[in-house]
């Protein structure tokens, strides 16, 4: 009795450390020590060792940024989401897309799980200062021929494009993002990039930025998010 009273006390404290963890990271307060940036440039995610990831071509690597061109890539997105937060935005997306994953569609088909998250922000016209934010799945290469149609959610096959990244680790909180996009487009004042970003984005001002998370909401170590911009560019760049 006694025993098993201290192993539930035990088991309650694991589960509120568990708690704590998931509703600080939830709500940014582990933001000093978690959002550092890795490092100056940008690397490989560790995530693409374990499971698929789109490739790329690095086209540039700059100061805190590199510039990627992804030839053509199959994502399943969701419809615009209208949230204030992107966190928010982006676990209602990802649900939806798990289900997916897990045989929620047409063909009632399993597809594996694969990386980066994006989620799109795009600003919107609401009155409670809301973005739109879509949020989709890389389908893997096995997928891409055929993937499975569902009820909610789109199928994009993207044209090549160009991406300026910047990567920066731990939990993403709302009040990181703008920060570390703003840090983005500071470090590429001044480059044929920005120049290509402002005619692309000129052109078509549906998207802002991008936020691509590489890892689970249950792993701690070692994560990895990337701010994109993309972009078209009219020649073919290759250093
Ligand atoms: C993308 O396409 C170019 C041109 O066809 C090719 O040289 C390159 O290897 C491709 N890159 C990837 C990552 O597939």
């Known amino acids: 009795m006694k025993y ?11 589960l509120s450390i568990l708690l704590s963890i998931l509703l600080n990271s939830h709500f940014g307060l582990c933001s000093e020590t978690s959002n550092k940036q890795i490092s100056k440039g940008v690397s490989s995610p560790p995530t693409c060792s374990r499971i698929e990831c789109p490739s790329y071509d690095v086209i540039h690597v700059g100061n805190g940024y590199e510039i990627r061109r992804y030839n053509s890539t199959v994502w399943a997105s969701t419809s615009p989401i209208q949230d204030i937060s992107l ?4 676990r209602t997306g990802f649900l939806q897309l798990f289900d997916y994953i897990q045989g929620k569609n047409n063909y009632e088909e399993k597809i594996e799980m694969t990386a980066p998250v994006l989620s799109e922000v795009s600003p919107s016209d609401g009155p409670l200062c809301e973005s739109s934010f879509v949020v989709s799945f890389y389908v893997p290469k096995v997928n891409q021929a055929n993937p499975p149609p ?5 199928v994009q096959r993207w044209n090549p494009v160009y991406a300026a990244v910047r990567q920066f680790s731990g939990f993403v909180a709302d ?5 570390e ?4 487009q500071a470090s590429l004042v001044d480059t ?3 120049a290509a970003i402002e005619k692309s984005h000129g052109a078509d001002h549906t998207s802002v930025y991008t936020v691509a998370q590489y890892n689970s909401p249950f792993e701690f170590d070692d994560r990895v998010n990337e701010i994109w911009m993309l972009f078209d560019m009219e020649d073919d760049f290759t250093e």
């Open 150 to 154: 569902a009820k909610g959610l789109q």
């Open 181 to 184: 996009a703003a840090a983005l």
């Open 87 to 90: 966190v928010e935005a982006t």
């Open 4 to 14: 098993s009273n201290s192993m539930a006390a035990f088991n309650l404290f694991k």
């Open 175 to 179: 009040s990181d993002v703008g920060v």
């Open 192 to 194: 044929v990039w920005s």
